[in-house]
């Protein structure tokens, strides 16, 4: 059954992504979203439309500080600035490179190298720290063997009630690719 | 037009062996090659909620050139205590090597050897 197949699978010398249509799509749309966020909030300054700076607040995760203590030192403060000015930028790009990587493969299906396979998996693992925010994640769950991670309150799992529950479906679906992706990286 | 799923729009405001990069060594990263007046610089990987434990530990392999069993006893490191040092070197290697984790999407920093 189709479904049972390996949505990334490894070959002889290559690697191959099957997804449906609908997660195609999905995953294109999510894709066209970050390339216009990470196009829209690239500076360090607070951006005065509200949307912005709430983009700038779900895209966070995506560029963490770079060294421990910058809050109480004022060299290390400074490296900090520093670094946030001059590698941001790369940052962005380096998504961005990623993301053209990916969508060039889901609209023209064809077998993808490592390197590809690898630009695959960051964009995919970048969507998840994006949605992972929105979501608010925060439990990781204590099981080393499950090694997905839960939601914060999934006991009961999706309640078909929760506004964010769209969201909750992406970010699963993302989760399912990412482990998949990273199995077939893995050998 | 189709409603944004994760951004934000003005006035809608809703809230078998993993190849490594480079090898041991390619970056200084023996302490070894510290000296004295330059402490090394350690970078570290923190515990965070959304990344997966098998992401975390393929990424390790893949920068660090560590074997599977490494990189799974440091990614159980962050997951447990909250953070683990993966590398050591001088500042630029600890900044490239933090760069390169950031671009993997992992909560690293580097701080100087105490």
């Known amino acids: 059954m189709a479904i049972l197949r390996p949505p990334v699978r490894r070959h002889r010398n290559d690697f191959s992504i099957h997804l449906t249509a609908d997660q195609s799509e999905l995953l294109l749309r999510l894709l066209d979203e970050m390339v216009e966020m990470l196009t829209t909030v690239t500076d360090r300054e607070e951006p005065l439309d509200p949307a912005l700076a709430e983009n700038r607040q779900r895209l966070a995760r995506l560029f963490p500080p770079a060294y421990s203590g910058a809050d109480t030192d004022p060299d290390l403060a400074e490296r900090e600035e520093e670094y946030q000015r001059l590698m941001r930028e790369e940052l962005v790009q380096s998504r961005l490179a990623s993301i053209s990587t990916v969508r060039e493969a889901l609209t023209n299906p064809r077998h993808l190298s490592e390197p590809q396979l690898i630009a695959f998996m960051q964009s995919i693992n970048a969507l998840r720290l994006v949605l992972g925010t929105i979501l608010q994640i925060t439990d990781d769950g204590d099981d080393p063997i499950d090694g997905v991670a839960e939601h914060q309150d999934d006991d009961s799992g999706l309640d078909p009630d929760d506004p964010n529950i769209g969201l909750q479906v992406a970010y699963d679906f993302l989760s399912w690719l990412l482990e998949w992706t990273v199995q077939a990286l893995s050998g | ?114």
Not at chain 2, 15 to 30: A, K, N, S
Not at chain 2, 85 to 100: K, L
Not at chain 2, 107 to 112: G, I, V
């Open chain 2, 1 to 114: 037009m189709m409603r944004p799923i994760m951004g934000a729009t003005s006035g809608t405001s809703t809230p078998t062996e993993v190849r490594p990069d480079y090898l041991p060594g390619d970056l200084g990263l023996d302490p070894d090659a510290s000296v004295e007046e330059d402490r090394p610089w350690v970078v570290l990987v923190w515990n965070d909620p959304i990344n997966l434990m098998s992401y975390v530990t393929y990424v390790l392999q893949k920068l660090f050139g560590h074997s599977l069993e490494k990189a799974t006893e440091l990614m159980l490191q962050v997951h447990r205590e909250g953070r683990a040092a993966v590398a050591e070197g001088n500042r630029e290697q600890a900044e490239m090597y933090v760069f390169r984790l950031h671009e993997h999407g992992l909560w690293a920093t580097c701080q100087h050897d105490r």
